[in-house]
Structure formats: structure tokens, C-alpha cells
């Protein structure tokens, strides 16, 4: 027996129901939180440390003005959380995977080992995620999955924030548009000349409070 989350109407994951009860639960969070907020990530990437066992998990994030800079966060297994902007050429490794689209696994001089994952989003990389363990034998079948859910919630929290910024600009852009119509129509009524406007067939749009006083009938 499987367990399937459903992300979207087009998209949805089916995980063995072999895995831990802690590695479901952290599943169905990583399905519904929203993934692009600081806070919600350093809870996220804590929750990787502890259900994988592991010491430091960073998150590498695309900037979308510019390929030369990158958004790097790292939470440690003490706690630790840290996010800075870091050019490409200190990113490491880890550029390839990003550019690239593959992952990666390396051992390091001291024995640990790093595992590099893609975020792909609609074939496109926004960044990576990064492992660090002791261990040389973690779940890659489960470390995709988890990136493939995380990079599907980082683009739908980016995607419903434009939205939402989109309409408060408009919702603004309204507001200053009827704010400008009103202080308009108060100049245009509160003129002591009898004012009229007209299209270029000569048909009437508005007359002022003044023209209208004259004929003795509301504008």
C-alpha cells in the first residue's frame, strides 16, 4: 500500500507506506506549507535534519534578475540558521547542479558526505538543495522526492505572492485613479467659468456645476 499527496490538480506524489510515520508527517507538512517564507523553510530544513539523521542542510535559491548571485540558507543539526546572498563563484560544487539539473553526491576529505539535489520547477532549475551527512547511504529515491515536493511548493507560494502583490497594485492604482477623479471633478465643478466638455463629434460629456446653475438643472 501507497500513500499518494496530491499537490495540484496536475501534479501529485506517491511515497512506500514502508517509511516512518515521522517521514509522512513531514510529507503531508512539506505538501501545504508555504514554502516561500523564512520561516517556513528553516522549519522545513530542521525537519530534514532530524528525520534524515543528518548535520546541515542549505537551501540555494536562483536570484531572477541576474545568474551571478545567489540566495544560500543553511540550518545545522545545533540549530543554527543563516541566509545571506552569496556570488556564483562561492557557491561551489553545487553550481553544477543548479545549471545542470542533476544531482550530485561527493565525499569530502574529513569522510562526511554531500549530497547536491536540483529544485525543478516545469524543467526549469530555481535552485538546490543540499545534504550533508556521515552517512554514505541515504535514501536517494526519497531525497528526490522531497525536493521534487519542495520545488513544487516554492513555485506555487511564488506564483499566489505575484498574484496577491498584483492585485494590492491594482487595488492601489484604483485608489489613486478615484482619488485623481474626484480632486478632478471638484476643480472642474468648483471653476467660477461656465465649463463644458465635448467629444470630437461635438456631443456633450459633462458641463460643470457652474454651466448647469445656469440652466437651472443637475449636471
Known sequence: MASTFPISQSKAFTLDSGLSQDVLNFFGDLAVIDAGKDEAQAEIMGQLIRILAIERCALYLCDESTDHWFIKKVCSSDGEWVSHVVPADEVGEVIEVI????????????????????????????????????????DTDLMVTISQIFAH??????????AEENIQEMQTFQGQLLNSRNTLRALFDSSPASIYIVDPHYRLIAINRTRSDLFRSPP
Open 153 to 162: 511548493n516554492l513555485t506555487q507560494s511564488t506564483s499566489i505572492r505575484r
Open 99 to 138: 545549471r545542470g539539473g542533476s544531482r550530485s553526491t561527493i565525499q569530502l576529505p574529513d569522510g562526511d558526505w554531500v549530497y547536491s539535489l536540483p529544485l525543478l520547477s516545469g524543467g526549469r532549475s530555481i535552485g538546490a538543495l543540499e545534504l550533508r551527512s556521515g552517512q554514505p547511504d541515504l
